[in-house]
């Protein structure tokens, strides 16, 4: 017994010892103020391991950047060398961690069993596919879909709600968490979920929502970095790909979409976050949603990704300025969503198209979904907060953050 205690222990060491420890590390906020200040941010952005938060937009919005108390002194000096100077936003992001894995426990110890999961909490990839087997087995509107496998083996699964799958409905298409460390997406994904399957019947606004249209989400879009985010390292963002020739891991599957890819906003670096991969659709993350969403051609009404953090509704393109013709359109849309979620509890969000509003971005989702698959009303929405917790927002903000993003949707959804 002593030694099973002990193993038990030994065993419990390891697992710590093997997650990367964020004690001391900071989030500092710097904004640059000219086009060479920014420019150099990006250039550092896409050619160096350093951790932007916020990737750095226009002159005059800031950007976060998480440092290591190793890389701090250096960090700072060469941003003063840019006459750049900068505040520290959060202190100590071990201190985030330890206090989101209390909140998290918390939670766990209040839930009363009344719904399949605590969808008040944030979920492992497993407990979360456990949930929509369970309700695909139990609820005659839940289907499941594999839309592939990542590198590691796990599926990549998407919930389909319909009450006539036979009648080839409008659809909504959800990604969710394709930036391993944003948990507040899948959260906010699985709890839309649960309201829609829950609803169905006794709210008449959903038995109409789901009367009317399919219901397609993908809660966690990459598996891998996403388990690997409550494994070893909580600030993960992109897939675990193994990069031939580099010692740096991982590719942002958000960048490996065709429309602009490679282009501006996107790194040609391993080692960046932003590390766009080989080629378009290289990754096994983004050929799934190509698939998924393919599947529907034709019928997807509103397409959105899910990430956090920054509070912003973003439309076309990312990968140029220019604007779509159905932009007008889009505006009205983004205004009506964003009206309906402030309203709910007062979140600021600003909203526009994506290069103008935050920065360009090529080859990702929203282009493809927009240009590769025709649908006009597709959107990245960033998420709760705007750099108070970060990637770390305390679970009691997930029911809040769900409920006024899923007013946003409804709203807009009504509207178009
Ligand atoms: O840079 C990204 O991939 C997204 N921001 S995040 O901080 N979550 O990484 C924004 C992508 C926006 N792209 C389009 N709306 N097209
Ligand atoms: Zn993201």
Redesign the pocket.
Known sequence: MKNYILLVFALLALATAAKVNYTGHKVIRVTPETKEQLEFLRDWESSSEIDF???PSSAGRFADIRVSPETYAHVAAKLADMKMSHTVHIADVGELERQEQQNMAQRIAMFNGEKAIDVENYHTYEEVMAYLADLANTNPLVTTKVGGTSEEGRDIVQAIISSDLSANKPVHFFDCNI?AR?WITGATCVWIIDQITTGYGSDPEITSLVDLYDWKFVPIANPDGYAYTWSTDRNW?KNRLVNNGSTCVGV?A??NFPIGFAGS?SSSDPCSG?YHGIAAFSEREASALRDLIAADRGRVKTAI?M????QMF??????TTDLPVEYPEMFRAMEIAVTALTSTYGTPYTYGN?AVT??I?SG????HYYESEGVVHS??I?LRDSGTYGFQLPPDQIVPTAIETWNGFKAMINAI
């Open positions: 938060w916020l990737l930036h944003e963002r942002d958000n960048r906003g932003t990704s990430h956090s953090y920054s973003l439309s076309p393109y990312g990968y994506t935050i920065y971005a990702d989702t929203t282009d959107y990245t960033e």
